[in-house]
């Protein structure tokens, strides 16, 4: 069973602060990783995609890769309020129908 | 600009009825994948369907549970004899090409809530 696992918080950070969100997966050939928001009922918003190892930056965000230690993270500096929202790491899988696996999301607070 | 589209928003049914879920993926897109939350938890994928093909079922229950995109009109996700455990939001998402492709990334619509009274 192929797992994609992110602690589900809350993680709560003052606003202005780095916000570091880290997620782990189970299937080493995956290649493609994602990272979504979600905020309260409604639907998922794709905002970071990494393919290879090492940083991505896009604005606030960062992604970064280890596929050798099969771990993901998402780092949002500058937190602000808007980005209160629950976070979702997202797995492609590279075998079979390569369908995209979820992770229950880690909660986001930004305190004012 | 057309995303994906969903409908019903909210849909309410008794025990023992039939859910109809429909899903209209973006303009030039031809596969649907359909996933499933249930509260404070993350997306369980369902189903992946292309044009009149099922490609991956894996995470569809075996029984009430069906799925087709047929050649025209939208995908549609078929619950029957709902019971209460239904009850979840229900999300379809579509992409232009296969999965397959490294980078091809999934365009969510805004989701069906199935409350199953």
């Known amino acids: 069973q192929k797992e994609v696992e992110q602690n589900s918080g809350p993680l709560s950070v003052p606003e202005g602060a780095i916000a570091s969100l880290n997620c782990t997966y189970s299937?080493?050939?995956?290649?493609?990783f994602f990272w979504y928001r979600q905020y309260s009922g409604k639907s998922p918003e794709l905002i970071m995609s990494i393919y290879s190892n090492g940083d991505k930056e896009d604005g606030r965000f960062t992604a970064q890769l280890n596929k050798a230690s099969q771990y993901v993270s998402l780092l949002i500096r500058d937190s602000q309020p808007s980005d209160s929202a629950t976070y979702l790491c997202a797995v492609k899988e590279n075998t079979g129908g390569f369908k995209t696996i979820f992770g229950a999301g880690t909660r986001l607070f930004v305190k004012a | 600009n057309a995303g994906v589209m969903q409908n019903p928003r909210h849909l309410v049914r008794r025990r023992g009825q039939e859910a109809r879920l429909r899903c209209s993926p973006m303009?030039?897109?031809?596969?649907v994948y359909w996933y499933r939350q249930l509260p404070e938890e993350g997306l369980k994928f369902m189903v992946y369907?292309?044009?009149?093909?099922?490609?991956?079922e894996s995470g569809m229950p075996k029984e009430r549970f069906s799925a087709e995109f047929p050649k025209e009109g939208p995908s549609i996700l078929r619950i029957q004899q709902v019971v209460r455990g239904d009850s979840a939001a229900y999300f379809c998402?579509?992409?232009?090409?296969?999965?397959?492709?490294?980078?091809?990334?999934?365009?969510f619509g805004s989701g069906t809530q199935l409350s199953v009274l």
């Open positions: 369907l292309q044009k009149e093909n099922i490609i991956d």
């Open positions: 299937d080493r050939g995956s290649q493609s």
């Open positions: 303009k030039g897109h031809s596969h």
């Open positions: 998402a579509s992409s232009r090409f296969s999965q397959g492709a490294t980078n091809e990334k999934l365009f």
